[in-house]
């Protein structure tokens, strides 16, 4: 089986009041508890993003950076992509970025 990372776009919506907040985590709680062994690191938020060019130059994200990541794994990249399916980001209008990591 492939390793494969979700690359998180899009920040969820910040919780108004702690039950929200505790909906939102539990949505993402119960999200990846349905991937089950699939599921090889659940990841961490990121922070805000620069992109830096060849020739040194930086810039921000034309959208929505990097937001987070996870690392899945999955036969190939169409049930890495169903195992993204459901995902809370969704709901904030977000997305995730599929791709195989491939051994060094």
């Known amino acids: 089986m492939a390793k494969y990372i979700f690359g998180y776009h899009g920040r969820p919506v910040t919780p108004e009041t702690a039950q929200q907040d505790q909906a939102v985590m539990a949505a993402w709680g ?7 062994a699939a ?6 938020p990121a922070g805000p993003s620069q992109i830096v060019g060849q020739n040194g130059r930086v810039s921000k994200p034309q959208s929505v950076g990097l937001t987070g990541y996870s690392i899945v794994q999955a036969d190939t990249i169409e049930s890495a ?3 993204a399916q459901g995902c809370p980001i969704f709901a904030a209008g977000g997305s995730i970025e599929v791709a195989e990591l491939m051994p060094m």
């Not at 119960?30 to 089950?36: E, S």
């Not at 599921?39 to 961490?44: E, F, M």
């Open 30 to 36: 119960q999200w990846f508890g349905n991937m089950g």
């Open 39 to 44: 599921l090889v690191d659940i990841g961490n």
């Open 81 to 83: 992509m169903k195992l």
